[in-house]
């Protein structure tokens, strides 16, 4: 048992150490959890809230690799992205959809 606990531990930490897409999401969704907590969010709000942040950042992410964005990035919109939330990004996307259209 203990090998094959080492070798989940080896792959995570390959996976942390190679994949800066992983570490991107991770952090939105580390900061939009906590962000949500200190306000005194529900658990129910605080769980959506952090996949909703991890799936926006890896949209993100996707959109970056078509717009020839650095990858060394991903981790920056990522923080962001949790930082502000997803209510705010909507916000903001909308907003400067509805000036060029």
């Not at 090998?3 to 897409?21: K, Y």
């Not at 993100?60 to 992205?81: C, K, R």
Request: overall charge neutral; proline content about 1%; hydrophobic content about 55%.
């Amino acid at each position: 048992m203990l090998s094959h606990d080492m070798q989940l531990l080896d792959l995570l930490r390959a996976w942390w150490q190679e994949d800066i897409t992983f570490k991107g999401i991770l952090l939105s969704v580390v900061i939009s959890v906590l962000r949500m907590m200190y306000s005194g969010a529900s658990w129910a709000a605080t769980i959506f809230e952090g996949l909703l942040c991890g799936a926006l950042s890896l949209t993100a992410v996707s959109a970056m690799h078509y717009f020839n964005i650095p990858q060394d990035l991903t981790v920056a919109i990522g923080g962001f992205i949790g930082f502000i939330g997803v209510k705010k990004v909507a916000f903001l996307i909308n907003r400067f959809l509805d000036k060029k259209i």
